[in-house]
């Protein structure tokens, strides 16, 4: 479904666009995060959510977004050019920037058939799991890529 162009969409458009392939029977695969520092850990993460469907819809946490989740000094990367990179994956179908601190808003818009999250958690631990779930998706753990992080990137920087 990717069309090739790097776009960061509005929620609505996104939302336009996940009903439009609902109905050609697309299943739409849905994560969330901040994307700060791109690492190889992001890239197969992303990969990884997209072989569960034939749709992979990103939300990117905004700046204000970040700030609340990691403190102040992040992120590194503007939520605009993180959304352009992350948009310009070829696992990556569509990319919107929100500012909640969770993604349960628009995830009650999107009703994905999956949500993915990293499996560095248990799904009891993902906030996101009922509203899902209420909507007839499901979530879905992706390996984790031990000591693949902004947070270990950011840290081996300021040592060095």
């Given at each position: 479904m990717k069309t090739g162009a790097i776009t960061v969409r509005t929620l609505g458009s996104v939302v336009k666009m996940?009903?439009?392939?609902?109905?050609?029977?697309?299943?739409?695969?849905?994560?969330?995060?901040?994307?700060?520092?791109?690492?190889v850990g992001h890239v197969r993460y992303l990969q990884g959510a997209r072989k569960l469907g034939s749709m992979l819809v990103v939300g990117i946490n905004s700046d204000a977004s970040?700030?609340?989740?990691?403190?102040p000094g992040r992120p590194i990367v503007p939520a605009r050019e993180r959304a352009e990179?992350?948009?310009?994956?070829?696992?990556?179908?569509?990319?919107f920037i929100f500012n909640d601190a969770t993604?349960?808003?628009?995830?009650?818009?999107?009703k994905p058939h999956i949500h993915v999250k990293g499996a560095d958690r248990t799904v009891d631990q993902v906030v996101e799991k009922k509203v899902v779930e209420a909507s007839g998706g499901r979530l879905v753990l992706v390996p984790y890529i031990k000591n693949k992080s902004t947070t270990n990137i950011i840290k081996r920087i300021r040592k060095n």
């Open positions: 996940v009903r439009s392939a609902k109905a050609a029977g697309e299943k739409i695969v849905t994560t969330n995060g901040c994307f700060d520092i791109l690492h970040v700030r609340r989740l990691k403190g990179i992350v948009s310009a994956l070829r696992a990556v179908d569509a990319v993604p349960i808003r628009w995830l009650k818009q999107l």
